[in-house]
């Protein structure tokens, strides 16, 4: 990791060169260069080496689009193959081998009983078009406009104006207060009868889309229970049922798509990153009877990338024939249980959670539950029931550059910029899963010493 003595300084003067001309001449858009000052030029699976010769352990892996890591030989053999034959590299909408390849590939790993009747639509390359391109299937083939989503889902691109937002189950910050079953089925609940209720409000919907596992929204698996109860009450009132599995697809959760962890088959899914296979491709897969658009409904130039279905080709075959998904999730439960145990040293642990290799560490601000204690109403206090601590962002930052310190790369997320992400490859080692830990929890370590007695930062009057 460290800088050898010799070359440091022009080394690190092109970092720091690079860099600074990155502040001057780039968009305030951005977003992950401004908590991860590196400038990449080297990447093989899970490490990225800086232009100044330091060395990471990348838990962000391009935002989850990387299941097998950085440059996987299988994935750099399927380019070179596309580049060697000559073919095009770019042909909007048009059959090509390639295309056919990744098209049977991407068949063969569908859930059963949707496989067989499925349509697939190339879109533009990024998951926010190929949502966008959903939401105009479900819209054509219903007649109708509203779309049902959740507290906390990000689909990309900017709010759609004709959603109505139901509430994600979730056990910490439940939004019913009660958590675990019963929340589920208040959740639930509350869905049915704004659906049901002829005043409620809400016109029926052209659609639902839900993420089977929320990835912005702070790592939060939807539960199967709910996930199967979603799918119910869309089937019985005929409004389809659309899973954004960009961010899960492709093994990430422990099963190839998350939406097998339940069983449910929805009507539509959405797929980009991991698809392909590091460069940009997403697709839907839908019910052949929803196909009822016109030619150029949802149109885009770019939706023949033949190096991007050849990568993405090449990677959903290795993780379907190695089972990636099942490595997934046996190294994600044991990654999950060792986090549980750090927070029995770190009060400012205050959940973690995931599912698969998609995991979340909520960190919160322990004074604060301590106050939150003494507030709570005597009733809730013979109940035994305590809220959860309030959600710290400053400490999370913190733990973020601690671990670029030691260098790991991870990612923040979550309602309030407090849950530390790992998205790692799928082909993540038990010894680089240890490393990644290890530098994790040193991380915390301190970040805690840094800002102890912050207790004014967590919870400002
Ligand atoms: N859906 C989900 C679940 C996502 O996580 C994201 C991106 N984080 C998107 C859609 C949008 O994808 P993109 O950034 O490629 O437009």
């Given at each position: 990791m460290a800088v050898t003595e010799t070359a440091p300084s022009a080394a690190t003067t092109a970092h720091e060169g690079i860099l600074r001309r990155q502040s001057m001449r780039e968009?305030?858009?951005?977003?992950?260069a401004r908590s991860l000052p590196i400038v990449p030029v080297r990447a093989r699976g899970l490490t990225i080496e800086g232009a100044d010769g330091r060395r990471y352990l990348d838990c962000l892996s391009g935002a989850g689009t990387l299941a097998l890591g950085h440059n996987h030989p299988v994935v750099l053999e399927a380019i070179r193959k596309v580049i060697d034959s000559g073919a095009p590299l770019h042909v909007p909408d048009l059959a090509t081998p390639v295309k056919d390849a990744f098209t049977t590939e991407l068949f063969e790993t569908l859930p059963r009983g949707f496989a067989d009747q499925a349509r697939v639509q190339f879109c533009g390359p990024t998951g926010t078009d190929a949502v966008e391109a959903a939401l105009t299937l479900v819209r054509t083939a219903t007649g109708r406009s509203g779309i049902l989503t959740f507290t906390g889902?990000?689909?990309?691109?900017a709010p759609d104006a004709r959603v109505t937002r139901l509430p994600y189950p979730q056990?910490?910050?439940?939004p019913f207060g009660v958590g675990g079953a019963r929340g589920l089925e208040l959740a639930g609940n509350w869905t049915e009868s704004l659906l049901d209720d002829?005043?409620?409000?809400?016109?029926?919907?052209a659609g639902m889309i839900l993420e089977p596992v929320q990835g912005e929204g702070g790592v939060i698996p939807g539960p199967d229970s709910w996930m199967r109860r979603m799918r119910k009450i869309t089937a019985d009132r005929s409004i389809p049922l659309i899973a954004?599995?960009?961010?899960?697809?492709?093994?990430?959760?422990?099963?190839?798509?998350?939406v097998e962890h339940s069983g449910i088959v929805p009507d539509v899914m959405v797929m980009s990153k991991a698809i392909g296979g590091s460069l940009p491709l997403a697709v839907i897969v839908y019910?052949?009877?929803?196909?009822?658009?016109?030619?150029?409904?949802h149109g885009g130039t770019?939706?023949?990338n033949q190096l991007a279905m050849a990568a993405g080709a090449a990677t959903l075959a290795h993780v379907r024939e190695n089972r990636l998904a099942e490595r997934a999730a046996d190294l994600g439960a044991r990654m999950i249980g060792r986090l549980r145990g750090l927070a029995a040293d770190h009060p400012a642990i205050g959940d973690v959670r995931g599912r698969g290799l998609m995991i979340g560490v909520e960190l919160v601000c322990p004074e604060a539950a301590e106050a939150a204690e003494t507030a709570i109403a005597a009733d809730d206090r013979e109940t035994g029931a305590v809220g959860p601590s309030a959600a710290d962002p400053v400490l999370a930052a913190a733990v973020q550059r601690e671990c670029l310190a030691r260098g790991l790369i991870v990612e923040l997320g979550g309602r309030h910029a407090s849950v530390v992400r790992l998205l790692p490859?799928?082909?993540?080692?038990d010894e680089q899963a240890e490393a990644v830990l290890d530098r994790l929890a040193d991380a915390l370590s301190a970040a805690e010493r840094a800002i102890h007695g912050r207790h004014e930062t967590c919870h400002p009057h």
């Amino acid at each position: 990791m460290a800088v050898t003595e010799t070359a440091p300084s022009a080394a690190t003067t092109a970092h720091e060169g690079i860099l600074r001309r990155q502040s001057m001449r780039e968009s305030a858009a951005r977003t992950y260069a401004r908590s991860l000052p590196i400038v990449p030029v080297r990447a093989r699976g899970l490490t990225i080496e800086g232009a100044d010769g330091r060395r990471y352990l990348d838990c962000l892996s391009g935002a989850g689009t990387l299941a097998l890591g950085h440059n996987h030989p299988v994935v750099l053999e399927a380019i070179r193959k596309v580049i060697d034959s000559g073919a095009p590299l770019h042909v909007p909408d048009l059959a090509t081998p390639v295309k056919d390849a990744f098209t049977t590939e991407l068949f063969e790993t569908l859930p059963r009983g949707f496989a067989d009747q499925a349509r697939v639509q190339f879109c533009g390359p990024t998951g926010t078009d190929a949502v966008e391109a959903a939401l105009t299937l479900v819209r054509t083939a219903t007649g109708r406009s509203g779309i049902l989503t959740f507290t906390g889902a990000d689909h990309g691109g900017a709010p759609d104006a004709r959603v109505t937002r139901l509430p994600y189950p979730q056990d910490y910050r439940c939004p019913f207060g009660v958590g675990g079953a019963r929340g589920l089925e208040l959740a639930g609940n509350w869905t049915e009868s704004l659906l049901d209720d002829p005043r409620s409000g809400v016109a029926p919907p052209a659609g639902m889309i839900l993420e089977p596992v929320q990835g912005e929204g702070g790592v939060i698996p939807g539960p199967d229970s709910w996930m199967r109860r979603m799918r119910k009450i869309t089937a019985d009132r005929s409004i389809p049922l659309i899973a954004d599995e960009v961010q899960t697809g492709v093994g990430r959760t422990g099963a190839f798509w998350a939406v097998e962890h339940s069983g449910i088959v929805p009507d539509v899914m959405v797929m980009s990153k991991a698809i392909g296979g590091s460069l940009p491709l997403a697709v839907i897969v839908y019910r052949s009877d929803l196909d009822c658009g016109e030619p150029g409904a949802h149109g885009g130039t770019f939706r023949g990338n033949q190096l991007a279905m050849a990568a993405g080709a090449a990677t959903l075959a290795h993780v379907r024939e190695n089972r990636l998904a099942e490595r997934a999730a046996d190294l994600g439960a044991r990654m999950i249980g060792r986090l549980r145990g750090l927070a029995a040293d770190h009060p400012a642990i205050g959940d973690v959670r995931g599912r698969g290799l998609m995991i979340g560490v909520e960190l919160v601000c322990p004074e604060a539950a301590e106050a939150a204690e003494t507030a709570i109403a005597a009733d809730d206090r013979e109940t035994g029931a305590v809220g959860p601590s309030a959600a710290d962002p400053v400490l999370a930052a913190a733990v973020q550059r601690e671990c670029l310190a030691r260098g790991l790369i991870v990612e923040l997320g979550g309602r309030h910029a407090s849950v530390v992400r790992l998205l790692p490859p799928l082909t993540l080692t038990d010894e680089q899963a240890e490393a990644v830990l290890d530098r994790l929890a040193d991380a915390l370590s301190a970040a805690e010493r840094a800002i102890h007695g912050r207790h004014e930062t967590c919870h400002p009057h």
